[in-house]
């Protein structure tokens, strides 16, 4: 069974700008915190933003503060991200990620529910 599903990757230029949405059951969406992680080829997945399910406070890596925005809409059970000014260095498959914690966690193991992945590619 699917408990997170992704859409929005794609190919972009430096400077360009995406929207990433994710979408989750009820169940999930209404008792976990959201987040965003990334994995480039060779490399550990990487935090870049959170939000609470509780009181809507957001967390983002220091390399996207300013550029990107984590956001939810609780009637529809998405999470999105939208990414601005992007540079090729944000080239990544983005995961979205679901915690039952009460705390904000920027460690991908805490996290119990994962999406499939989504490619953004952002070309020089």
């Known amino acids: 069974q699917v408990s997170l599903v992704e859409s929005g990757g794609g190919l972009v230029q430096a400077g360009g700008s995406l929207r990433l949405s994710c979408a989750a059951s009820r169940r999930i969406f209404s008792t976990c915190n959201m987040a965003w992680f990334r994995q480039a080829p060779g490399k550990e997945r990487e935090f870049v933003a959170a939000?609470?399910?509780?009181?809507?406070?957001?967390a983002y890596v220091d390399s996207v503060k300013g550029r990107f925005t984590i956001s939810r809409d609780n009637a529809k059970n998405t999470v999105s991200l939208q990414m601005n000014s992007l540079q090729p260095e944000d080239t990544a498959v983005y995961y979205c990620g679901a915690d039952p914690s009460v705390r904000v966690r920027l460690t991908p193991g805490y996290y119990d529910y994962w999406g499939q992945g989504t490619q953004v590619t952002v070309s020089s």
């Open positions: 939000i609470s399910w509780s009181d809507g406070s957001t």
